[in-house]
T-cell receptor
Framework: RKEVEQDPGPFNVPEGATVAFNCTYS??????FFWYRQDCRKEPKLLMS???SGNEDGRFTAQLNRASQYISLLIRDSKLSDSATYLC???????????FGSGTRLLVRP | SQTIHQWPATLVQPVGSPLSLECTVE??????LYWYRQAAGRGLQLLFY??????ISSEVPQNLSASRPQDRQFILSSKKLLLSDSGFYLC?????????????????FGEGSWLTVV
Protein backbone atom coordinates (compact mmCIF):
# COMPACT_ATOMS: atom_id res chain seq x y z
CA ARG A 1 0.00 0.00 0.00
CA LYS A 2 1.29 3.45 -0.91
CA GLU A 3 2.06 5.74 2.00
CA VAL A 4 0.06 8.58 0.45
CA GLU A 5 -2.75 7.82 -2.00
CA GLN A 6 -4.78 10.10 -4.21
CA ASP A 7 -7.42 9.67 -6.87
CA PRO A 8 -5.55 10.51 -10.10
CA GLY A 9 -8.65 12.03 -11.73
CA PRO A 10 -8.96 13.93 -13.93
CA PHE A 11 -11.67 16.01 -12.33
CA ASN A 12 -13.32 17.93 -15.14
CA VAL A 13 -15.43 20.81 -13.79
CA PRO A 14 -16.94 24.02 -15.19
CA GLU A 15 -15.77 27.45 -14.13
CA GLY A 16 -17.38 28.50 -10.88
CA ALA A 17 -17.81 24.96 -9.59
CA THR A 18 -16.71 23.72 -6.20
CA VAL A 19 -14.43 20.69 -6.27
CA ALA A 20 -12.92 18.61 -3.48
CA PHE A 21 -9.98 16.24 -3.42
CA ASN A 22 -9.21 13.67 -0.77
CA CYS A 23 -5.96 12.01 0.06
CA THR A 24 -5.34 9.13 2.47
CA TYR A 25 -2.16 8.28 4.31
CA SER A 26 -1.13 4.99 5.84
CA UNK A 27 1.41 6.00 8.47
CA UNK A 28 -0.31 7.19 11.60
CA UNK A 29 2.98 8.74 12.73
CA UNK A 30 2.77 11.24 9.87
CA UNK A 31 2.63 14.64 11.45
CA UNK A 32 2.79 17.37 8.84
CA PHE A 33 0.83 17.70 5.65
CA PHE A 34 0.76 20.03 2.68
CA TRP A 35 -0.88 20.53 -0.66
CA TYR A 36 1.33 21.37 -3.63
CA ARG A 37 0.26 22.48 -7.07
CA GLN A 38 2.12 21.34 -10.19
CA ASP A 39 1.53 22.86 -13.60
CA CYS A 40 2.38 20.90 -16.72
CA ARG A 41 6.15 20.47 -17.10
CA LYS A 42 6.86 22.69 -14.10
CA GLU A 43 8.11 22.13 -10.59
CA PRO A 44 5.65 21.58 -7.72
CA LYS A 45 4.89 24.70 -5.72
CA LEU A 46 3.54 24.89 -2.20
CA LEU A 47 -0.16 25.71 -2.17
CA MET A 48 -0.92 25.48 1.53
CA SER A 49 -0.22 23.69 4.76
CA UNK A 50 -2.87 21.49 6.35
CA UNK A 51 -3.81 21.79 10.00
CA UNK A 52 -6.14 19.70 12.13
CA SER A 53 -8.21 22.78 12.83
CA GLY A 54 -8.57 23.40 9.11
CA ASN A 55 -7.20 26.36 7.27
CA GLU A 56 -8.44 28.61 4.54
CA ASP A 57 -6.67 30.72 1.97
CA GLY A 58 -9.06 32.60 -0.25
CA ARG A 59 -10.97 30.06 -2.31
CA PHE A 60 -8.95 27.15 -0.94
CA THR A 61 -9.71 25.21 2.24
CA ALA A 62 -7.61 22.37 3.59
CA GLN A 63 -8.60 19.93 6.32
CA LEU A 64 -6.89 17.12 8.18
CA ASN A 65 -8.77 14.21 9.76
CA ARG A 66 -6.31 12.25 11.86
CA ALA A 67 -8.85 9.70 13.06
CA SER A 68 -9.61 8.61 9.51
CA GLN A 69 -6.14 9.42 8.19
CA TYR A 70 -7.13 11.62 5.31
CA ILE A 71 -6.63 15.18 4.22
CA SER A 72 -8.79 17.20 1.88
CA LEU A 73 -8.60 20.22 -0.35
CA LEU A 74 -11.69 22.20 -1.31
CA ILE A 75 -11.60 24.72 -4.14
CA ARG A 76 -14.55 27.09 -4.44
CA ASP A 77 -15.48 29.16 -7.48
CA SER A 78 -13.04 27.32 -9.74
CA LYS A 79 -11.07 29.38 -12.23
CA LEU A 80 -9.54 28.27 -15.51
CA SER A 81 -6.17 29.00 -13.93
CA ASP A 82 -6.82 26.36 -11.26
CA SER A 83 -6.25 23.66 -13.88
CA ALA A 84 -3.21 21.76 -12.63
CA THR A 85 -2.19 18.65 -10.75
CA TYR A 86 -2.59 18.82 -6.98
CA LEU A 87 -0.16 16.82 -4.88
CA CYS A 88 -0.86 15.64 -1.37
CA UNK A 89 2.24 15.52 0.80
CA UNK A 90 3.05 14.26 4.24
CA UNK A 91 5.93 13.36 6.50
CA UNK A 92 6.82 12.28 9.97
CA UNK A 93 8.49 14.63 12.36
CA UNK A 94 11.21 12.04 12.90
CA UNK A 95 12.21 11.97 9.25
CA UNK A 96 13.73 14.25 6.66
CA UNK A 97 11.71 12.59 3.92
CA UNK A 98 8.68 14.18 2.37
CA UNK A 99 6.30 11.63 0.85
CA PHE A 100 4.29 12.73 -2.18
CA GLY A 101 1.08 11.31 -3.52
CA SER A 102 0.88 10.73 -7.27
CA GLY A 103 -1.36 13.76 -7.72
CA THR A 104 -4.92 14.56 -8.73
CA ARG A 105 -5.42 16.29 -12.03
CA LEU A 106 -7.96 19.10 -12.24
CA LEU A 107 -9.33 20.48 -15.50
CA VAL A 108 -11.53 23.57 -15.28
CA ARG A 109 -13.46 24.22 -18.49
CA PRO A 110 -15.08 27.48 -19.65
CA SER B 1 15.06 35.42 0.51
CA GLN B 2 16.11 31.94 -0.43
CA THR B 3 16.51 30.89 -4.02
CA ILE B 4 17.41 27.62 -5.67
CA HIS B 5 19.07 27.21 -9.03
CA GLN B 6 19.26 24.02 -11.01
CA TRP B 7 20.92 23.31 -14.36
CA PRO B 8 20.90 22.37 -17.11
CA ALA B 9 17.19 22.85 -17.73
CA THR B 10 17.04 20.38 -20.58
CA LEU B 11 19.38 17.76 -21.93
CA VAL B 12 19.33 14.87 -24.36
CA GLN B 13 21.93 12.20 -23.70
CA PRO B 14 22.74 8.91 -25.42
CA VAL B 15 22.54 5.63 -23.53
CA GLY B 16 25.78 4.90 -21.75
CA SER B 17 26.88 8.52 -21.50
CA PRO B 18 27.61 10.23 -18.16
CA LEU B 19 25.34 12.68 -16.40
CA SER B 20 25.88 15.64 -14.13
CA LEU B 21 23.07 17.84 -12.79
CA GLU B 22 23.90 20.64 -10.41
CA CYS B 23 21.88 22.53 -7.87
CA THR B 24 22.76 25.46 -5.62
CA VAL B 25 20.80 27.23 -2.92
CA GLU B 26 21.25 30.86 -1.93
CA UNK B 27 20.07 32.82 1.06
CA UNK B 28 20.32 30.11 3.70
CA UNK B 29 22.97 28.01 5.36
CA UNK B 30 23.15 24.30 6.10
CA UNK B 31 19.98 23.41 4.21
CA UNK B 32 18.69 19.89 3.73
CA LEU B 33 18.98 19.09 0.03
CA TYR B 34 17.03 16.60 -2.05
CA TRP B 35 16.97 15.05 -5.51
CA TYR B 36 13.62 13.81 -6.78
CA ARG B 37 12.72 12.24 -10.10
CA GLN B 38 9.37 12.30 -11.84
CA ALA B 39 8.88 9.90 -14.73
CA ALA B 40 6.30 10.79 -17.39
CA GLY B 41 2.81 10.72 -15.86
CA ARG B 42 4.13 9.46 -12.55
CA GLY B 43 4.57 10.74 -9.03
CA LEU B 44 7.70 12.13 -7.39
CA GLN B 45 10.31 9.60 -6.36
CA LEU B 46 12.89 10.60 -3.75
CA LEU B 47 16.35 9.62 -4.96
CA PHE B 48 18.77 11.17 -2.45
CA TYR B 49 18.80 13.61 0.40
CA UNK B 50 21.56 15.28 2.36
CA UNK B 51 21.56 16.96 5.75
CA UNK B 52 25.14 18.23 5.55
CA UNK B 53 28.35 18.36 3.55
CA UNK B 54 29.44 14.87 2.54
CA UNK B 55 26.31 13.28 4.06
CA ILE B 56 24.21 11.48 1.45
CA SER B 57 21.25 9.18 2.03
CA SER B 58 20.21 7.02 -0.90
CA GLU B 59 16.60 5.99 -1.22
CA VAL B 60 16.59 3.96 -4.41
CA PRO B 61 19.43 1.65 -5.50
CA GLN B 62 20.27 2.46 -9.12
CA ASN B 63 23.04 3.74 -11.33
CA LEU B 64 22.79 7.28 -9.99
CA SER B 65 24.86 8.91 -7.28
CA ALA B 66 24.80 12.22 -5.44
CA SER B 67 27.45 14.40 -3.86
CA ARG B 68 27.47 17.49 -1.71
CA PRO B 69 30.90 19.09 -2.02
CA GLN B 70 29.82 22.39 -0.48
CA ASP B 71 27.16 23.47 1.98
CA ARG B 72 24.73 24.75 -0.63
CA GLN B 73 25.68 22.62 -3.61
CA PHE B 74 24.15 19.29 -4.54
CA ILE B 75 25.16 17.25 -7.59
CA LEU B 76 23.45 14.28 -9.21
CA SER B 77 25.62 12.05 -11.36
CA SER B 78 25.69 8.91 -13.39
CA LYS B 79 28.58 7.14 -15.07
CA LYS B 80 26.39 5.39 -17.66
CA LEU B 81 22.82 6.44 -18.37
CA LEU B 82 20.02 3.98 -19.06
CA LEU B 83 16.87 4.62 -21.07
CA SER B 84 14.92 4.28 -17.84
CA ASP B 85 16.77 7.29 -16.40
CA SER B 86 14.70 9.63 -18.57
CA GLY B 87 12.52 11.95 -16.57
CA PHE B 88 12.12 15.25 -14.80
CA TYR B 89 14.75 15.73 -12.10
CA LEU B 90 14.04 18.14 -9.29
CA CYS B 91 16.35 19.53 -6.66
CA UNK B 92 14.77 20.82 -3.46
CA UNK B 93 15.77 22.34 -0.13
CA UNK B 94 14.40 22.65 3.37
CA UNK B 95 15.58 23.96 6.73
CA UNK B 96 14.62 22.05 9.83
CA UNK B 97 16.25 19.52 12.12
CA UNK B 98 14.79 16.30 13.44
CA UNK B 99 13.69 15.40 16.02
CA UNK B 100 12.42 18.93 16.40
CA UNK B 101 8.93 19.47 15.01
CA UNK B 102 8.74 20.66 11.46
CA UNK B 103 6.58 23.55 12.58
CA UNK B 104 5.09 23.72 9.15
CA UNK B 105 8.45 23.85 7.37
CA UNK B 106 8.40 22.12 4.05
CA UNK B 107 10.56 21.80 0.97
CA UNK B 108 10.93 24.06 -2.03
CA PHE B 109 11.85 22.98 -5.52
CA GLY B 110 14.12 24.24 -8.22
CA GLU B 111 12.76 24.59 -11.74
CA GLY B 112 13.83 21.09 -12.69
CA SER B 113 15.90 19.42 -15.38
CA TRP B 114 14.34 17.47 -18.22
CA LEU B 115 16.50 14.49 -19.16
CA THR B 116 15.84 12.41 -22.24
CA VAL B 117 18.05 9.39 -22.74
CA VAL B 118 18.10 8.20 -26.35
Amino acid sequence: RKEVEQDPGPFNVPEGATVAFNCTYSNSASQSFFWYRQDCRKEPKLLMSVYSSGNEDGRFTAQLNRASQYISLLIRDSKLSDSATYLCVGWMDSSYKLIFGSGTRLLVRP
Amino acid sequence: SQTIHQWPATLVQPVGSPLSLECTVEGTSNPNLYWYRQAAGRGLQLLFYSVGIGQISSEVPQNLSASRPQDRQFILSSKKLLLSDSGFYLCAWSVFRVPYPHSGNTIYFGEGSWLTVV
